[in-house]
Nanobody, 129 residues
Framework: QVQLVESGGGLVQAGDSLRLSCAAS????????MGWFRQAPGKEREFVAA????????SYTDSVKGRFTISRDNTKNTLYLQMNTLKPEDTAVYYC??????????????????????WGQGTQVTVSS
């Protein structure tokens, strides 16, 4: 079992930046895929970004490319999401997730939320216009 705890959310204005953190309760093995997802009120959960814990390879949804950066600190077992140039449409609860399997395990995209084994409780990000 891995517990994931997100932090860093808040209320900001459009154009501002935030950095989310996700601390894992135990060492993240090199085989893991870690991801960020978000869910806005009345909408389905959507993929934001994912990272191969070992290689650092990343994947992003189109709407955040060039603005968000996913990264990790292997020594701290912590996942990050640097969010720049925030927009009101980025408002959502942001969740981190962990999958014990490799980035493209069995051909399944890291954007597929159904593959993830562990989820955090979420952190609210609100962007005002």
């Amino acid at each position: 079992q891995v517990q994931l705890v997100e932090s860093g959310g808040g209320l900001v204005q459009a154009g501002d930046s935030l950095r989310l953190s996700c601390a894992a309760s135990k060492r993240i093995d090199s085989t893991y895929t870690m991801g960020w997802f978000r869910q806005a009120p009345g909408k389905e959960r959507e993929f934001v970004a994912a990272i191969n814990w070992s290689s650092g390879s990343t994947s992003y949804t189109d709407s955040v490319k060039g603005r968000f950066t996913i990264s990790r600190d292997n020594t701290k077992n912590t996942l990050y999401l640097q969010m720049n140039t925030l927009k009101p449409e980025d408002t959502a609860v942001y969740y981190c997730a962990a999958d014990r399997r490799s980035f493209w395990y069995a051909g399944v995209s890291p954007a597929d939320g159904g593959r993830y084994d562990y989820w955090g409780q979420g952190t609210q990000v609100t962007v005002s216009s």
